[in-house]
């Protein structure tokens, strides 16, 4: 049966979590005009949702699966809970989102003495959750062309490189009238994150310094000059990112009482989302209850965490100047999303219990301790993926976790994107100012079994006995 794509449309207004202003959703807007706040974007026809039951939702979600619809194969699935302005031809489709959450393998579960699972965000198809919010973004500027019918829009974002690379992937695939540039701190990207804008075609510009030193230009840019904004000031891909929770609650059967959602905080879009992506279901009787949900933050970038750490009379918000982070995807010391993730965990706590968010510290040395011990256990979790599992560690230790919950890590990005750290680790090559020590016995190192020249002018025959021979005598074969 094919649901077909909906008729519903929503009215998207642009709320400033400073001074409450209001602007309409076809306007590009990224930061309050009035007083330079950030914006969560507001259905005003949300409450029409409430004409269908929690199970009728649930229903069409899970008759969406089978659909053949293009739409619903991706993040859109969930069309109605996301802007809900699209038509059906402006909907980007990249095979992003609906991404495989894996039980932890068994030994790695009873290390750990918790069951839990990881969700793959790197089987996206730039590899990284980002994906889930570039497609809502670009479905949206499509519309947003055809609406006031542009002809040339320049988008340009700055990037610990997973943003540039999804960035540029889509704006490649959707073409005129949308160009990508990109602005990435100069050295502070993996090569196979900067391999990705230079192959979508996009402009890579490079500046010295950080993440932190190359928002600040694009937002200069932003506020002056015609360009569109694709970091997470971009309140649309806060909207695409809720594809996680929802894929989430799907999964598990729309169940999520005893779920402990383990997500790395950088410039808190994620977490925001998340959070967002949860109460919409719990307003709409979609799920019964809110999931327990931790950010994780490296001891090297860690403002949301003394922000949460301190008692609740004395919070006070104070950006951090970073050191060298493994999990350098989080690797940011200002998030543009606090204030967002300020007032949604309010509303989260509010429903959910004090218990309900909390932020965890982790050290480097645990991310990557956690991040290769994931992946021998046949998991692909990047760097921000161990460091997800670090938290849950962590999270077990200090006894905030029951054996009777289940943990959800999200692995944001995959593992080869940050193969680099993993040869620090297993090379013991890490500069000081990580202070990453690594376990030499699980150094790991391809072996040469027999010299160069030993292939010189043999037969391939002759040579395959020799190389058998190398291979019998190393691994101690026994004739069967
Ligand atoms: C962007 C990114 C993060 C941080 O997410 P935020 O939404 O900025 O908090 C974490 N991991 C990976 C792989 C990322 O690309
Ligand atoms: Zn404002």
Same mark, same amino acid.
């Given at each position: 049966m094919d649901a077909g794509f909906p008729t519903y449309r929503g009215r998207m207004e642009y709320v400033c979590l400073d001074c409450g202003a209001r602007y309409p959703g076809d306007s590009l807007l990224y930061?309050? =005009?009035?007083?330079g706040g950030v914006f969560l974007l507001e259905n005003l026809d949300f409450d029409k949702l409430r004409q269908q039951s929690g199970e009728e939702w649930r229903n069409l979600f899970d008759t969406r699966c089978a659909s053949r619809t293009m739409a619903f194969r991706g993040i859109f699935r969930f069309y109605e809970l996301l @802007? =809900?302005?699209?038509? *059906? *031809?402006?909907i980007v489709y990249l095979g992003e989102g609906l991404t495989p959450i894996v039980e932890a393998s068994p030994a790695l579960r009873d290390r750990v003495g918790l069951p839990f699972a990881y969700k793959n965000d790197g089987q996206n198809p730039s590899a990284s959750f980002k994906d889930r919010g570039m497609a809502c973004a670009f479905s949206y500027l499509k519309w947003l062309c055809r609406r006031h019918k542009w002809d040339e829009v320049l988008t340009v974002c700055a990037s610990t490189g997973d943003t540039s690379a999804a960035a540029a992937l889509y704006a490649a695939y959707v073409g005129a009238p949308l160009k990508s540039v990109v602005l990435l701190p100069h050295g502070k990207v993996t090569p196979q994150q900067l391999s990705q804008p230079l192959g979508s075609g996009a402009t890579v510009l490079e500046l010295p310094g950080v993440f932190d030193d190359c928002m600040k230009v694009v937002e200069m840019l932003a506020e002056n000059y015609r360009v569109a904004l694709l970091n997470s000031k971009n309140s649309w891909r806060i909207l695409g990112q809720e594809s996680f929770a929802y894929e989430t609650a799907q999964w598990y059967g729309w169940d999520v009482t005893d779920l402990c959602i383990f997500v790395p905080i950088g410039n808190a879009g994620n977490v925001t989302a998340i959070m967002s992506g949860f109460l919409k279901m719990l307003d709409l009787g979609i799920i019964k209850n809110l999931p327990r949900l931790f950010g994780v933050q490296s001891e090297h970038a860690d403002p949301v965490w003394r922000y949460y750490d301190a008692p609740k009379e004395a919070r006070h918000w104070q950006p951090v100047t970073v050191t060298p982070s493994v999990a350098q995807a989080a690797m940011i010391g200002n998030p543009v999303s606090f204030p967002r993730v300020r007032a949604l965990a309010e509303r989260f706590v509010e429903k #959910? #219990? *004090?218990? @309900?968010f909390q932020v965890m510290r982790v050290t480097e040395q645990q991310i990557m301790d956690a991040m290769i011990m994931a992946n021998r256990h046949g998991h692909i979790a990047c760097t921000q993926g161990g460091e997800c599992l670090a938290g849950l560690l962590n999270a077990r230790l200090l006894g905030l976790? #029951?054996?009777?919950e289940h943990a959800v890590l999200d692995s944001t990005a995959h593992a080869l994107k940050f193969a680099g750290f993993q040869e620090m680790y297993f090379n013991d090559s890490? =500069? =000081?100012?990580?202070q990453v020590r690594p376990d030499k016995s699980l150094a790991n190192k391809p072996e040469l079994l027999l010299p160069e020249s030993a292939r010189n002018g043999k037969a391939v025959d002759e040579f395959a006995r020799l190389g058998a021979e190398a291979v019998v005598k190393r691994l101690g074969l026994q004739k069967k």
């Open positions: 930061t309050c =005009p009035k007083c @802007a =809900p302005l699209m038509d *059906e *031809e402006d #959910g #219990g *004090e218990r @309900a976790i #029951g054996s009777n890490f =500069p =000081p100012e990580y």
